[in-house]
């Protein structure tokens, strides 16, 4: 048997894949984890940078990074909260690979966008590659429906996916507002490619625009022509990307079930990327901000099974002891990428950073950068 070292390591965040959303080890020396002092020198590490830092944290980032975030937030409202801060000059993006590259897309081009650990991707932005993208667009057209499609992407993918739903008229989405996107979409054609999580397309046709599950299919970017005939691929209003996130995609209804015979008057709230049946099982669906905002205003005493990410559902079960909220399945699980960035990796960023060596800077070239960009306007400006 032949083992592929370089595609095993890269798993472990070695080596490069400049396909994938995994990039690179880290140069230099990361100090150890072991470390009694990285607190203090993050913390110092900071005050020497003041103003011209800004870091940024994602929701499901570690509560050893969070509590470093100027904002915390989801990835639209932290690529939001980068373009409004021209004055830094470092971003320190506490999240993913695609996030980072969204900052850097709409910030200027004085700013220099960091992302403290390189192998921090997104399995969900690498079910989607640009060469796969381009080829779905080939069999659409070679079903001579392409002119009839209007592509969506999920924030969640890279900027040469952008970037490509920018040239051929089409728009980016967020979870907020998906639904808006494909009201969107469907004013200018007469079919969607949704990519790259399928869950986030399906939920969103069928479940907020009155669309059936016979008017969507699954096209695989692994098997010939998507694995579809070309009257299948004719028929479908929704052609849904074969993606999805491998955390919210492990919620399932046995989970919804399980927690609801444990727990009485439990609400069931998930996130749209979990799987149709667990979201028709739930009783609320929506984005991470959304499930911040419902856990907020809840009333004392009410009990919540949350179906997203663990480190979010610890932070807010800390921050309301006076209600009852727990992981909506019984095996927990953080998502492995966001995790990556951990104290040392940003310790070792900032330090880097103060002795005036900018390392892991995340750049998109400035094609790929303008039409991304269009492709994120036009979000920007939905209704
Ligand atoms: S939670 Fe899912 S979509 Fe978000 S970064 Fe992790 S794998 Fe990607």
């Given at each position: 048997m032949t083992i592929?070292?370089?595609?095993?390591?890269?798993?472990?965040?070695?080596?490069?894949?400049?396909?994938?959303?995994?990039?690179?080890?880290?140069?230099?020396?990361?100090?150890?984890?072991?470390?009694?002092?990285?607190?203090?020198?993050?913390r110092a590490a900071k005050q020497a940078l003041g103003d011209r830092l800004f870091v940024?944290?994602?929701?499901?980032?570690?509560?050893?990074?969070?509590?470093?975030?100027?904002?915390?937030?989801?990835?639209?409202?932290?690529?939001?909260?980068?373009?409004?801060?021209?004055?830094?000059?470092?971003?320190?993006?506490?999240?993913?690979?695609?996030?980072?590259?969204s900052a850097d897309i709409l910030t200027t081009g004085d700013q220099q966008v960091v992302l403290p650990d390189l192998a921090a991707g997104c399995s969900m932005a690498d079910m989607a590659t640009y060469d796969q993208v381009e080829e779905c667009w080939e069999v659409l057209e070679d079903a001579?429906?392409?002119g009839d499609v209007v592509p969506v992407t999920y924030m969640n993918s890279s900027a040469d996916i952008k970037a490509f739903v920018g040239r051929h008229g089409g728009t980016v989405c967020t979870s907020s507002n998906a639904r808006r996107a494909l009201e969107w979409a469907f004013a200018r054609g007469s079919k969607v490619l949704f990519m790259p999580d399928q869950?986030?397309?399906?939920?969103?046709?069928?479940?907020?625009?009155?669309?059936?599950?016979?008017?969507?299919?699954?096209?695989?970017?692994?098997?010939?022509?998507?694995?579809?005939?070309?009257?299948e691929l004719r028929d479908a209003t929704m052609i849904l990307w074969r993606g999805h996130c491998s955390v919210h995609g492990r919620f399932s209804k046995a989970s919804v079930d399980e927690v609801r015979s444990r727990i009485p008057d439990v609400n069931v709230l998930v996130h749209p990327e979990c799987r149709h049946e667990v979201v028709r099982a739930a009783d609320h669906v929506g984005s991470t901000e959304y499930i911040i905002r419902m856990l907020d205003q809840a009333p004392a005493g009410s009990?919540?099974?949350?179906?997203?990410?663990?480190?979010?559902?610890?932070?807010?079960?800390d921050r309301h002891l006076d209600k009852t909220i727990t992981y909506l399945d019984k095996t927990v699980c953080f998502c492995s990428t966001m995790n990556r960035i951990d104290l040392p990796h940003?310790?070792?960023?900032?330090?880097?950073l103060v002795k005036g060596e900018v390392v892991n800077q995340i750049t998109v070239d400035e094609e790929t950068a303008h039409y991304a960009r269009t492709a994120l306007d036009r979000m920007l400006a939905l209704p």
């Open positions: 592929d070292i370089d595609n095993t390591l890269l798993l472990l965040g070695r080596g490069s894949d400049p396909a994938s959303e995994r990039g690179v080890s880290c140069p230099g020396e990361l100090p150890p984890a072991s470390d009694p002092a990285l607190v203090e020198r993050a940024l944290g994602h929701h499901y980032q570690r509560d050893e990074v969070i509590r470093f975030a100027d904002v915390t937030g989801d990835s639209f409202k932290l690529a939001q909260e980068a373009a409004a801060r021209p004055q830094a000059p470092y971003i320190v993006f506490c999240g993913v690979h695609f996030m980072a590259e001579g429906i392409a869950h986030l397309g399906r939920n969103t046709a069928v479940l907020e625009m009155g669309l059936t599950l016979d008017d969507c299919v699954v096209y695989n970017p692994n098997r010939p022509d998507g694995g579809l005939a070309p009257d009990a919540w099974a949350v179906g997203t990410e663990l480190n979010l559902v610890k932070r807010l079960a940003l310790v070792w960023s900032l330090e880097s």
